[in-house]
């Protein structure tokens, strides 16, 4: 099964930055569709962003400008530039690939601080 590790959360106030990354393992091919989710206290889990193999993006409303997905070097790697912090972004952020929505993996807090 696909390893989803994501890392980079951490607790900053408002208007700060934080890069979230993920690394994918245990497939021999590369993931065509890598995105975000979060999910808040007492909220249901929801995207954040997406990338396609080739560079489409996608974003939910509440962060288009202030998110950034992209992929890495390294194949399966990737990440979010989060800027201009809220503090309605606080919440658990996970990694998928290819929309298995039945393997989240450990997910990377983000508290932000007004």
């Known amino acids: 099964q696909v390893q989803l590790v994501a890392s980079g959360g951490g607790e900053v106030q408002a208007g700060g930055s934080l890069r979230l990354s993920c690394a994918a393992s245990?497939?021999?091919?590369?993931?065509?569709?890598m995105a975000w989710y979060r999910q808040a206290p007492g909220k249901q889990r929801e995207f954040v962003a997406s990338i396609a193999i080739e560079g489409q993006t996608v974003y939910t409303d509440s962060v288009k400008g202030r998110f950034t997905i992209s992929r890495g070097n390294s194949e399966n790697t990737f990440y979010l530039q989060m800027n201009s912090l809220k503090p309605e972004d606080t919440a658990v952020y996970y990694c998928?690939?290819?929309?298995?929505?039945?393997?989240w993996g450990k997910g990377t807090l983000v508290t932000v601080s007004s």
């Open positions: 245990g497939s021999s091919t590369r993931f065509t569709d």
């Open positions: 998928n690939v290819d929309w298995d929505f039945g393997n």
